[in-house]
């Protein structure tokens, strides 16, 4: 069965770092993009970071940049999210996808076939 699963959430204090990781058990990960999401409670989801099969192309949210890192390693078929300088509005359900995606499509969670069951980040100020 496909499927990825998230770690690495937790309580944090403002100012201060997370690491999520993302295994895959999907079959050709490396062929995939994979995106990072989030949801907070009444609100949308919403794209935070993804980077293509090679990560060559990374691209971020604006409330992300500067602070947030995507990054994948294909021979563990796993993927991180390295995230500093944390603030309250980071608050969330962090979810992994990974999907056939193109430079194009890499903020559409639309375009992603696989998602994790999400990890939770909580910011306190």
């Known amino acids: 069965q496909e499927r990825l699963v998230e770690s690495g959430g937790g309580l944090v204090q403002a100012g201060g770092s997370l690491r999520l990781s993302c295994v895959a058990s999907?079959?050709?990960?490396?062929?995939?993009?994979i995106g990072w999401f989030r949801q907070a409670p009444g609100k949308e989801r919403e794209f935070v970071a993804a980077?293509?099969?090679?990560?060559?192309?990374?691209v971020y949210a604006d409330s992300v940049k500067g602070r947030f890192t995507a990054s994948r390693d294909n021979a563990k078929n796993t993927a991180y999210l390295q995230m500093n300088e944390l603030k309250p509005e980071d608050t969330a359900a962090y979810y992994c996808?990974?999907?056939?995606?193109?430079?194009?499509?890499?903020?559409?969670?639309?375009?992603?076939?696989?998602w994790g069951r999400g990890t939770q980040v909580t910011v306190s100020s």
């Open positions: 996808a990974a999907g056939a995606v193109t430079t194009s499509t890499l903020r559409s969670y639309r375009y992603y076939q696989h």
């Open positions: 980077l293509t099969a090679r990560a060559n192309t990374q």
């Open positions: 999907v079959h050709a990960f490396s062929l995939y993009g």
